[in-house]
């Protein structure tokens, strides 16, 4: 069983930091993408980063660049987000995701977190 598990969402005021963490379990899951979405209230999910787990790659929304780094640790079972100059219109729910399937780096996931909550106020 594949489970995708997410921390670190909270309250922070705007222009402040969180690190969101996801720790992927399974004996042999090996993605070929993982990322993060995200889906604030009365909107649907969008496509925040990802990484190409093979190479390192990454891809940013235009919206996050510069402001949102994703990265993993050295065993590769967990991925992070890490978000700096937070703004409140960054205020969603934050999914991690995983792809084992033929895709792009923004479609065809079809591991997913709980999600975290992530609010950010003015």
């Known amino acids: 069983q594949v489970q995708l598990v997410e921390s670190g969402g909270g309250l922070v005021q705007a222009g402040g930091s969180l690190r969101l963490s996801c720790a992927a379990s399974g004996r042999t899951f090996s993605p070929r993408y993982m990322g993060w979405f995200r889906q604030a209230p009365g909107k649907e999910r969008e496509f925040v980063t990802s990484?190409?787990?093979?190479?390192?790659?990454?891809y940013y929304a235009d919206s996050v660049k510069g402001r949102f780094t994703i990265s993993r640790d050295n065993a590769e079972n967990t991925v992070y987000l890490q978000m700096d100059s937070l703004e409140p219109e960054d205020t969603a729910v934050y999914y991690c995701a995983a792809s084992t399937v033929l895709g792009s780096s923004r479609t065809g996931y079809n591991y997913w977190g709980q999600g975290t909550q992530v609010t950010v106020s003015s």
């Open positions: 990484m190409r787990m093979g190479t390192g790659y990454t």
